[in-house]
T-cell receptor, first 114, second 114 residues
Framework: DAGVTQSPTHLIKTRGQHVTLRCSPI?????VSWYQQVLGQGPQFIFQ???????GRGNFPDRFSARQFPNYSSELNVNALLLGDSALYLC?????????????FGEGSRLTVL | AQSVTQLGSHVSVSEGALVLLRCNYS??????LFWYVQYPNQGLQLLLK??????LVKGINGFEAEFKKSETSFHLTKPSAHMSDAAEYFC????????????FGRGTSLIVHP
């Protein structure tokens, strides 16, 4: 079975641009979470979606937005990119929004902002 | 709020030596606790989890961790390190305050010398 898939794997943008990152969860998983991992640090929670509704939001500015589609895939959008947005963006899926909190991660999208 | 503290950003061991990676948590309610491993340029993979059953948890690749409520700790151990264990290890806590969204520590880089 396919795991969590993310695209693109790498991308380079310039300050002020916009980026869209995509994620397909494991088949049967209904919840998708997004994390930002800056080099040398642990993943920081950005959003959680379950059944197309936002269930949680981390301490990120309004430039960050996300949505979940009927097939449970998800997009993370970041507007007006800053140099500090350079990071590995991880998508994780789970069967439900609650449960034990166990997450299944994709390999990430590495964003470089110049 | 829930939080995790990982003591030591880097741990260096010789091949065949004991591995001990430390994790202390803060939680106002009984926690769920996790250890994830991240190999270079990859996403996070679950090593093991504690969800209020047995306090000694066995995971993949010979790793285990013990939940000690009195010490608010969940340290990760492996009796004999292998070169392939070299990676970044993250401790995470969830289920605090009604939130099942995991909070991750800053990570510990395990270095294994031949």
């Amino acid at each position: 079975d396919a795991g969590v898939t993310q695209s693109p794997t790498h991308l380079i943008k310039t300050r002020g641009q916009h980026v869209t990152l995509r994620c397909s969860p494991i088949s049967g998983h209904k919840s998708v979470s997004w994390y930002q991992q800056v080099l040398g640090q642990g993943p920081q929670f950005i959003f959680q979606y379950y059944e197309k509704e936002e269930r949680g939001r981390g301490n990120f500015p309004d430039r960050f937005s996300a949505r979940q589609f009927p097939n449970y895939s998800s997009e993370l959008n970041v507007n007006a990119l800053l140099l500090g947005d350079s990071a590995l963006y991880l998508c994780a899926s789970s069967f439900e929004a609650g449960g034990t909190g166990e997450l299944f991660f994709g390999e990430g999208s590495r964003l470089t902002v110049l | 709020a829930q939080s995790v503290t990982q003591l030591g950003s880097h741990v260096s061991v010789s091949e065949g030596a004991l591995v001990l990676l430390r994790c202390n948590y803060s939680s106002s309610v009984p926690p769920y606790l996790f250890w994830y491993v991240q190999y270079p340029n990859q996403g996070l993979q679950l090593l093991l989890k504690y969800t209020s059953a047995a306090t000694l948890v066995k995971g993949i690749n010979g790793f285990e961790a013990e939940f000690k409520k009195s010490e608010t700790s969940f340290h990760l151990t492996k009796p004999s390190a292998h070169m392939s264990d070299a990676a970044e290890y993250f401790c995470a806590v969830s289920r605090s305050g009604g939130s099942y969204i995991p909070t991750f520590g800053r990570g510990t880089s395990l270095i294994v010398h031949p």
